[in-house]
């Protein structure tokens, strides 16, 4: 992380694009480079209107399926959140070139419930059933799936016989715990499969940190971006005081000047420039503040 002592701002390290955005991004960006355009990507590519705003000037278009390509000698794009396999397959039969963008965490996540899934285990997804993660993973339950968002909701489970337990990769992990055991109330054997991915880890335990030591918590990025908003619950469930922001301009200045120590940090799928921005224009505003004196 990166401190300026004098007006103490920190920022954080793992903030910004997941190695798995990162890579789905790089991946789209050669295509385009590479002069392999169309380019359609089967939803956004990530959930940050600054970041898709950048892709479509370049005519990287977000599609919901193939059909509504208008020109079948493009490139369809899986990205970092996955697809069913029943969806992969339908997109290669429509004849269009695929580039598979998957991140291989996600991939490990499908591996896993795939592999339990054909030995009989009805699997449990600990996460948000409309995110287009989980409704990838959930095509690998051989039909037998069930999306939980936490302890509560698993109270309401029947009982199984066999059941394996896994996350949503960027789930908060005392939430997955809690609901694995409440799940092995369920079930007569009960595989616990922690799926929540390294970056999601490192990110949350550095959050956890710099958050508790923090009077005011910055945290930038999608308003519609999942991970970004459970980073900002999770702040605030530490009881800092904590401002979710798009860009800049959102920020509100008459915090910023009271705190004494301010942490700022970001989603998976915000990018750099966005984060950068937010620092800037914070130590910007404290800046002008102390040279004009005013506490
Ligand atoms: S959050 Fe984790 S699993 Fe999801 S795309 Fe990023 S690195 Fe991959």
Redesign the pocket.
Same mark, same amino acid.
């Given at each position: 992380m990166s401190m300026d002592t004098k007006q103490d701002v920190t920022v954080a390290t793992c903030a910004g694009f /997941? *190695?798995? !955005?990162k890579r789905a991004i790089e991946k789209v960006l050669e295509l385009e480079a590479a002069g392999k355009t169309p380019i359609y990507t089967l939803g956004p590519l990530i959930h940050n209107k600054q970041a898709t705003d950048m892709l479509s000037e370049k005519h990287i278009t977000a599609i919901d399926s193939p059909q509504e390509a208008r020109d079948k000698s493009g490139v369809l794009v899986i990205r =970092?959140?996955g697809i069913t396999p029943q969806f992969q397959r339908e997109i290669e039969d429509y004849g269009m070139e695929v580039v598979d963008a998957t /991140?291989p965490? !996600?991939k490990h996540a499908q591996n896993i419930i795939d592999k339990f899934a054909k030995q009989g285990y009805h699997t449990v997804i600990v996460g948000d059933g409309d995110h287009a993660?989980v409704i990838g993973l959930m095509g690998y339950t051989q039909g037998h799936g069930t999306v939980v968002s936490g302890p509560e909701e698993a109270t309401r489970l029947p009982h199984f016989q066999k059941v394996n337990v896994v996350s949503q $990769? $960027?789930q908060k992990e005392s939430v997955f715990y809690a609901t694995a055991e409440e799940v092995k109330k369920h079930a007569d054997l009960c595989q616990v499969s922690n799926t929540i /991915?390294q *970056? $999601?880890k490192e990110r949350q335990k550095e959050t956890i940190e710099c958050a508790r030591n923090a009077d005011l918590v910055i945290v930038v990025g999608g308003k519609h971006s999942a991970?970004t908003a459970r980073l900002a619950v999770l702040c605030r469930e530490l009881g800092s005081a904590v401002q979710h922001v798009e860009t800049e301009t959102e920020l509100a200045k008459t915090q910023i000047l009271q705190a004494k120590r301010i942490f700022i940090t970001a989603g =998976?799928s915000t990018p750099e420039w966005v984060i950068d921005r937010v620092a800037q224009h914070v130590r910007a505003l404290r800046t002008e503040t102390t040279s004009e004196g005013i506490k």
């Open positions: /997941c *190695p798995g !955005v =970092a959140h /991140c965490l !996600v993660e $990769t $960027t /991915c *970056p $999601t991970n =998976a």
